[in-house]
T-cell receptor, first 116, second 113 residues
Framework: AQKVTQAQTEISVVEKEDVTLDCVYETRDTTYYLFWYKQPPSGELVFLIRRNSFDEQNEISGRYSWNFQKSTSSFNFTITASQVVDSAVYFCALSEALGGRRALTFGSGTRLQVQP | KAGVTQTPRYLIKTRGQQVTLSCSPISGHRSVSWYQQTPGQGLQFLFEYFSETQRNKGNFPGRFSGRQFSNSRSEMNVSTLELGDSALYLC????????????FGQGTRLTVV
């Protein structure tokens, strides 16, 4: 069975601080995909990144960066110089790769509040 | 390019009634998935459809059903509503490319009273 754990329920930072959101996953699959989604108050889930299990290269996109470590089954997300607009709930998710089944297993989410 | 459209956005139903929610995927996307989001259980997968066929189903009772039409639009139905069915129901679409990212709609917030 697959499982995603986001131990941080809520994080509050002051604008311009860096913040890291943790994600730990469990799966018996050797090939899988990891995702991060952002959910603003409007409700829709906004895709941020996808990583496959064979690609452990870290990725940076503007103020966002992701650290994938297969050895510790972690896929952490860092926001550098946070802004008020980053306030949202962030979800880490996992899906199996075989057969093209896209069912996502989500973590419980981390609510990020960025104070001005 | 229009995003995923879910209707209605808000719905209030009485316990015991049934409800139908609609989802129009992004043009060209042939796969539609549904998720339920509640404060207690979080985001849970309901089912996935591709080419009018259910390809995958989550662990929900038979009161939850869905279908997909030839134009890829999808509906989900919940019969004999229970208070615990109150949730945000999210639809996601993706092209039939293995494990590409899913694009979500804004959801339908269902309240059962």
């Amino acid at each position: 069975a697959q499982k995603v754990t986001q131990a941080q329920t809520e994080i509050s930072v002051v604008e311009k601080e860096d913040v890291t959101l943790d994600c730990v996953y469990e799966t018996r699959d050797t090939t899988y995909y990891l995702f991060w989604y952002k959910q603003p108050p409007s409700g829709e889930l906004v895709f941020l990144i996808r990583r496959n299990s064979f690609d452990e290269q870290n990725e940076i996109s503007g103020r966002y960066s992701w650290n994938f470590q297969k050895s510790t089954s972690s896929f952490n997300f860092t926001i550098t110089a946070s802004q008020v607009v980053d306030s949202a709930v962030y979800f880490c998710a996992l899906s199996e790769a075989l057969g093209g089944r896209r069912a996502l297993t989500f973590g419980s989410g981390t609510r990020l509040q960025v104070q001005p | 390019k229009a995003g995923v459209t879910q209707t209605p956005r808000y719905l209030i139903k009485t316990r015991g009634q049934q409800v139908t929610l609609s989802c129009s995927p992004i043009s060209g996307h042939r796969s539609v998935s549904w998720y339920q989001q509640t404060p207690g259980q979080g985001l849970q997968f309901l089912f996935e459809y591709f080419s009018e066929t259910q390809r995958n189903k989550g662990n929900f009772p038979g009161r939850f059903s869905g279908r997909q039409f030839s134009n890829s639009r999808s509906e989900m139905n919940v019969s004999t509503l229970e208070l615990g069915d109150s949730a945000l129901y999210l639809c996601a679409s993706s092209p039939f490319v293995e494990n590409t990212e899913a694009f979500f709609g804004q959801g339908t917030r269902l309240t059962v009273v």
